[in-house]
T-cell receptor, first 115, second 116 residues
Framework: AQSVTQLGSHVSVSEGALVLLRCNYS??????LFWYVQYPNQGLQLLLK??????LVKGINGFEAEFKKSETSFHLTKPSAHMSDAAEYFC?????????????FGGGTRVLVKP | DSGVTQTPKHLITATGQRVTLRCSPR?????VYWYQQSLDQGLQFLIQ???????AKGNILERFSAQQFPDLHSELNLSSLELGDSALYFC???????????????FGPGTRLTVL
């Protein structure tokens, strides 16, 4: 079975600083990896996804993530934080399975952006 | 706006009661997924339907059931409600491909269920 671990349930960054959110996965088969963002009182919105085409994935709002198989990681970064980046971020994994393609989520990381 | 709609937005009910949550997927999407988000369990997959048929089951209690109708909308039925069922319930739908693991799942705004 696959699993996802997000290091740090809360991250505080200053506006303009680097945002780094860590995600490690466990999967016995090649994974598909996703980052979703959840703004207060809203549903989840896809930021980016890795589907084996390229290890460096660019997403919306200036975010990108790099798939590192040797480290089983898929960390999310943004060079310069904006106040509007304050939200909760979820890393998720999906695998090719005859039993459907559910998303398995990490515990989430809440980002606070300080002015 | 993801194109996935869920009703109602909020639901307050008492223990022992039964409720029905409704989801309309994006136009043309054949797969519907239900997830539960709670403070103690996080985001958990409940069940997936593909074109009217159950495709996968996750951590869904026996008191919960779901179905997908011919028009592709889906309903999640929760019965004999307990305090611990209070959570945000999300529906998601995915693009009309074969329903593979690389498909993007588009999430609705959720239904917040409060059991008193």
């Amino acid at each position: 079975a696959q699993s996802v671990t997000q290091l740090g349930s809360h991250v505080s960054v200053s506006e303009g600083a680097l945002v780094l959110l860590r995600c490690n996965y466990s999967s016995s088969v090649p994974p598909y990896l996703f980052w979703y963002v959840q703004y207060p009182n809203q549903g989840l919105q896809l930021l980016l996804k890795y589907t084996s085409a390229a290890t460096l994935v660019k997403g919306i709002n200036g975010f990108e993530a790099e798939f590192k198989k040797s480290e089983t990681s898929f960390h999310l970064t943004k060079p310069s934080a904006h106040m509007s980046d304050a939200a909760e971020y979820f890393c998720a994994v999906s695998v090719d399975s005859a039993a459907g393609n559910k998303l398995t989520f990490g515990g989430g990381t809440r980002v606070l952006v300080k002015p | 706006d993801s194109g996935v709609t869920q009703t109602p937005k909020h639901l307050i009910t008492a223990t022992g009661q039964r409720v029905t949550l409704r989801c309309s997927p994006r136009s043309g999407d054949l797969s519907v997924y239900w997830y539960q988000q709670s403070l103690d369990q996080g985001l958990q997959f409940l069940i997936q339907y593909y074109n009217g048929e159950e495709r996968a089951k996750g951590n869904i209690l026996e008191r919960f059931s779901a179905q997908q109708f011919p028009d592709l909308h889906s309903e999640l039925n929760l019965s004999s409600l307990e305090l611990g069922d209070s959570a945000l319930y999300f529906c998601a739908s995915s693009v009309p491909l074969a329903g593979g693991p690389a498909d993007t799942q588009y999430f609705g705004p959720g239904t917040r269920l409060t059991v008193l």
